[in-house]
């Protein structure tokens, strides 16, 4: 505001073209209306262009919207609310703690970066012109349709290549670090966190609406807004430990011996610990459909988790579903699990053949990619099951095509992706 | 003992620095998690707390019962056997006769003495599974042993995510079911500032006994009117194994929400801490949407804002205002009449002069696309002209053609 010494007379806001601009935004993508009428313009001579604080007030530079058209102040509005949208100053602000670099501006700059080019890849074409000087996924030489923190990864500075002078600065809403322009958590008309939580469920839930024009990057992020994918190793690991660690195996309380406490307390009965090591039989679906590196990975977390929760060597079993086990020979050759050839692709025949077992599997952990038909009651032990992802389960409602037998209810299925 | 028998300097020099080091400040600083904790408890609902060990539960737990003024006893789950919950069986005289009582533990004898308390159940998921279950029926049916614990005493658990959690125990789904899931954090500003010497006092919410009534009737039209727009979410089991026991939407937990809406809202508390709640009772996503709906609910009746153009108070946010004037376009449309349209029109003036255009350029071109033959184009609409620049600025059409608002005339 202090701009009085210029030469010229200072530019004042032209609200009226931004505000043109987002409802042309809004035009071509009317699942962001919610979010983009929800920004706050804030006019600020310190900001290059265009950008956003964590609180989802917008700041625009005077002479950035003076000198730019309406088509690209559109793109540059669905840009800016995309950051927010994604939530990647929050993401940002986990990346930057876990990797260690907090408030280190190269490395904010690396982040800002990779949240262009999550955004970039897909929000422009279709009635938003692609402006200028934008960093792409294929300006960069990297993969597209990656996330923010592959990107991340990817990116050295470095290695930028030149003309990279119209750098979008897109504020703290995108990577976090705070501005000087920034006005704060104490300023006027900031969203709360639950309130920008309310306004990304909206546009996630327009999203998940009919089956509209949303490029698939969209779609994906509605799908996954609130229920972010968990690492399959983690849950994996959580549902084969659980089922161990039910009645019956593992550690648990029992008052076959007397407790170590008793000889201070007579009269009173205590029990005492107990260690059961579970006995965990793994059925591989080796058919053709699964990769090499898929059931090696696999493979190899089960058997970490079984060793981890006190499974000796001998008490994991692997009963290969098909004659082909190319990978699961030498791997298992090296984790001293003995491979048995099992009874074809059914995983019918699997389950009976690990069952036949004596002792009787504790737990049975399937690693399948689900097209098999399943056995039609329980069996008598926990199931735990890994499934490989395949493209049909993009399948839309409506569509021809195969769907196979999904696992049944008795088994708890994690996906491995 | 006979180390202490005489006075040492350097101990007292030691006790000296520990005090100084024990000496700090509080600030007051707004806390939604404690707050959303202190509504629970108040409701009677039990809560479980999940987060990594050591940020700091405890301390807050021991600041929540000194201002609900109750005596906190807190039990680790995980150094414990079955039967300190379950209750120690011990054997008398004649076990045929008499039979074998199952004796409490102390502190469950001084809590239900006290007739009131704070239960804090630390470590939950760290503990095996039989304590695990011993534990499980005094949450749910607040009994150790032969003992019940009286009504007075509140429970709060906690628990480390599945993620950290070493043998990664998890609630079963009718389990999860019952409690009050809330996520708890640390601020890494508010840990720093507190190694500095300034702790944060959060002031806890109180309870109006005015708003009791309103409150209640509010949580009922809340929650009813949402689950009568929707009815598949008054139960959904959780589906996928990332979901598996977090909250889920159930008539139980339904009830326990509409608790928590009344509670929150004879307190005055935030909308953040309404949202822990709800999101941590019936799920994220129905959660959600129960506050999109409470949102819509919050804005101005469309009718109010026909009644009287002028005084007409507008959301100031854009999408809520946004919202509230395709409310009125929607309620002319669904009784259109001269005089309801011209005041929808004036409305739409207003809204224009008072905020950003833009966001009026699409209820006008609905209103606009509503009018009668034998209507005339109230005056009114001349004062739309930004909008209709903006509009046409917006759809690359050249100048003097007409487009949004301008349909009507």
């Given amino acids: ?417 | 003992m006979t180390i202490f028998a005489t006075p040492s300097a350097e101990l007292d020099i030691a006790a000296d620095l520990l005090t100084l080091l024990r000496t700090t400040d509080t600030e007051p600083r707004p806390n939604p998690q404690l707050e959303a904790v202190t509504l629970a408890v108040a409701a009677d609902l039990p809560v479980l707390l999940w987060g990594e060990p050591g940020i700091g539960k405890t301390a807050a737990l021991h600041q929540l019962a000194e201002s609900l003024d109750l005596p906190l006893t807190t039990v680790i789950a995980s150094v414990h056997e079955p039967s300190d919950f379950s209750g120690l069986p011990i054997v008398g005289d004649d076990p045929a006769e008499q039979g074998v009582p199952l004796a409490p533990p102390d502190w469950a004898v001084r809590l239900v003495r006290a007739g009131r308390g704070l239960l804090f159940l630390d470590e939950l998921s760290t503990a095996t599974p039989a304590v695990q279950a011993a534990l499980l029926r005094l949450v749910l049916e607040r009994r150790i042993g032969s003992l019940q614990l009286p009504p007075g005493v509140r429970i709060v658990a906690a628990a480390n995510p599945r993620a950290s959690a070493a043998d990664g125990w998890e609630l079963s789904a009718p389990l999860a079911n019952r409690f009050v899931h809330l996520q708890w954090t640390h601020d890494p500003e508010v840990v720093v500032r507190g190694l500095g010497g300034t702790w944060p006092r959060a002031t806890l919410p109180r309870l109006d006994p005015e708003l009791l009534p309103g409150a209640v009737d509010f949580a009922r039209r809340a929650v009813t009117g949402l689950l009568t727009a929707r009815p598949t979410l008054v139960h959904r089991l959780p589906g996928s194994e990332t979901r598996k026991g977090g909250a889920w939407p159930s008539p139980r937990s339904w009830d326990m929400t509409l608790s928590l809406i009344a509670f929150a809202t004879a307190a005055g508390a935030t909308r953040d801490v309404l949202a822990q709640l709800v999101r941590g009772t019936v799920g994220d996503g129905p959660g959600l949407e129960l506050l999109a709906w409470i949102d819509r609910m919050d804005l101005p009746d469309p009718e109010v804002l026909l009644a009287d153009p002028a005084g007409a108070e507008l959301p100031e946010r854009g999408d809520r205002r946004q919202a509230a004037l395709e409310g009125v376009v929607a309620a002319v449309n669904a009784r259109p009449d001269r005089a309801r349209w011209d005041a929808a029109w004036e409305l739409l003036v207003r809204a224009a002069e008072t905020g950003p255009p833009d966001l009026v350029v699409v209820p006008a071109t609905t209103l606009a696309a509503l009018r009668r033959e034998e209507w005339e184009v109230p005056v009114a609409i001349e004062r739309l002209a930004g909008v209709v620049d903006v509009s046409r600025r917006a759809d690359r059409v050249p100048a003097g053609a007409g487009a949004g608002a301008g349909a009507g005339r």
């Fill in chain 1, 1 to 417: 505001m202090s701009a009085s010494t210029e030469a010229t007379a200072p530019l004042s806001l032209d609200r009226e073209k931004l505000y043109a601009a987002r409802l042309r935004a809004v035009r071509a993508r009317p699942y962001l209306a919610t979010a983009l009428f929800a920004l706050r313009v804030v006019e600020s001579r310190r900001v290059p262009t265009m950008a956003v604080d964590r609180y989802w007030r917008c700041y625009a530079s005077p002479g950035f919207v003076a000198r730019t058209s309406v088509d690209e102040l559109a793109g540059v509005w669905v840009h800016e609310v995309a950051h927010l949208i994604r939530d990647h100053h929050g993401r940002g602000d986990r990346i930057a703690r876990r990797e260690g670099f907090e408030g280190r501006p190269a490395d904010r700059l690396r982040l800002n970066i990779a949240a262009d080019c999550e955004i970039n890849d897909d929000i422009y074409g279709d009635g938003l012109d692609t402006p200028e000087g934008i960093v792409t996924p294929a300006l960069l030489n990297v993969p597209k349709d990656e996330l923010m923190e592959d990107y991340v990864r990817r990116i050295r500075l470095e290695s930028l290549p030149g003309g990279l002078h119209l750098w979008l600065d897109c504020g703290s809403g995108a990577d976090g670090l705070e501005r000087e322009w920034d006005l704060g958590p104490d300023g006027a008309d900031g969203l709360s966190e639950q309130e920008q939580d309310a306004v990304r469920f909206k546009v996630a839930q327009g999203l998940a609406g009919p089956p509209g024009e949303a490029p698939a990057g969209w779609r994906r992020w509605a799908e996954e807004a609130f229920q972010p994918p968990q690492p399959w190793r983690e849950l994996l690991g959580s549902a084969i430990r659980a089922a161990v660690g039910g009645a019956g195996a593992g550690d648990d309380h029992s008052y076959g011996r007397p407790s170590r406490r008793s000889v201070a307390l007579p009269g009173t009965i205590l029990p005492s610990l107990r260690r059961q090591p579970p006995r965990v039989s793994v059925v591989i679906d080796t058919s053709g459909s699964v990769s090499d590196a898929e059931l090696g990975a696999a493979l190899l977390e089960v058997a970490a988790i079984s060793r981890a929760v006190g499974g000796r060597r001998d008490l994991v079993r692997v009963v290969s579903c098909d004659a082909a086990a190319r990978v699961a020979d030498p791997l298992c050759a090296a984790e001293g699990i003995t491979l048995i050839g099992g009874g074809g692709t059914d995983l019918r025949s699997g389950f009976t053949t690990a069952l036949r077992r004596r002792p009787r599997p504790d737990v049975v952990v399937v690693l399948t990619d689900g097209q098999t038909p399943w056995p039609a009651t329980a069996p008598p032990c926990r199931t735990v099951v890994g499934l490989f992802p395949r493209p049909y389960y993009r399948l839309r409602p409506g569509d021809d095509g195969y769907v196979p037998d999904t696992p049944p209810d008795w088994a708890r299925t994690v996906r491995i992706s």
